[in-house]
């Protein structure tokens, strides 16, 4: 099984990456666990729509090209589909069961996610209509990544 994050721009944070490691360290006895950053796109603050669509689809490019067919992609996305961490469970489950051993779930930049990623993805998925910053994202999804197979683990983990 092999679970891969696409995500956009560097994580600088200490507490993030520290935080996502203790995750990452834990995921490796369920899965190969990697997270593949693209470059940010550099826009100035105040960007005009199609100059917003211009860097989405410069960042897509970017993520798409690190997702391979085989892949089962989650976008992760404001309007995705809400679950909850034992529905997400049951989804990674019946992955792997049904011959699945790729997944990949996509972190676009602070704009979103482009229209090209959006179709190329399998499912969307939301952590509810919050905004985060994607650093925070990032280890928001390793957990429930980890904790997805610690349900299915049945181990007390999830309570």
Not at 48 to 62: L, N, P, Q, T
Not at 89 to 107: H, Q
């Amino acid at each position: 099984m092999n679970i891969k994050i696409v995500c956009v721009g560097k994580l600088k944070e200490k507490y993030f990456k520290q935080g996502i490691a203790e995750y990452a360290k834990r995921l490796s006895k369920f899965c190969k666990f990697q997270i593949v950053e693209v470059p940010d796109e550099k826009a100035p603050e105040k960007l005009s729509d199609a100059e917003m669509e211009k860097v989405k689809e410069i960042e897509g490019e970017r993520i798409l090209s690190k997702i391979k067919d085989k892949e089962y992609v989650y976008a992760l996305a404001i309007l995705g589909k809400e679950r909850t961490s034992e529905k997400f469970a049951e989804e990674i489950k019946d992955l792997t069961t049904y011959g699945t051993s790729d997944i990949t779930f996509v972190i676009g930049g602070s704009l979103g996610l482009s229209p090209a990623v959006l179709k190329r993805a399998n499912t969307q998925i939301s952590f509810g209509r919050f905004t985060m910053p994607h650093q925070l994202m990032r280890l928001v999804l390793t957990e429930q990544i980890y904790r997805a197979f610690m349900i299915n683990a049945g181990a007390p983990y999830h309570k």
